[in-house]
C-alpha cells in the first residue's frame, strides 16, 4: 500500500486511471508532489518527511504504468519540475 496514513482514506483506485490522469495530466511531478505536501494526509497536512511524498509520487507513476525512472523520485524541486504527467497516446 502507498502508506498507511494515505491507506486509511483511499485505496489504490483513487490513484490510477483516466480521471487520476486527465487531472494532472501536463502537470510536473513537482505539482503533484507540492499539492500532497500541502493537503494529504487530509487530518494532518506535510506530516510526513520530504522523501515519502517523493515516493508517493512514484508509486503514483508505477501504478499508472509510466516509464520508470532512474533510481529514486528525488525530492529536489528542480529536478521534479522536470518530469511531465503526460497521457499515452
Ligand atoms: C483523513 C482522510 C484522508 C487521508 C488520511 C488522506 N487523504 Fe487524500 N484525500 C482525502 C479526500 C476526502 C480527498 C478528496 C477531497 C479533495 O479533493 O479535496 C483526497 C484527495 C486526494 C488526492 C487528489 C486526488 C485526485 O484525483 O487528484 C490525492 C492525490 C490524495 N488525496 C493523496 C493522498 C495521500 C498520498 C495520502 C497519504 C499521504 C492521503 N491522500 C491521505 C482524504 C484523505
Known sequence: ??????????????????????AWEASTALDLFSQLQKTMPMDTPGSLPPQDYADIVAYFFRANAFPAGKGELPTDREQLKLIRIEQKK
Open 1 to 22: 500500500m502507498v502508506s498507511l496514513s494515505c491507506a486509511q482514506c483511499h485505496g489504490p483506485a483513487d490513484f490510477t486511471g483516466d480521471s487520476f490522469l486527465s
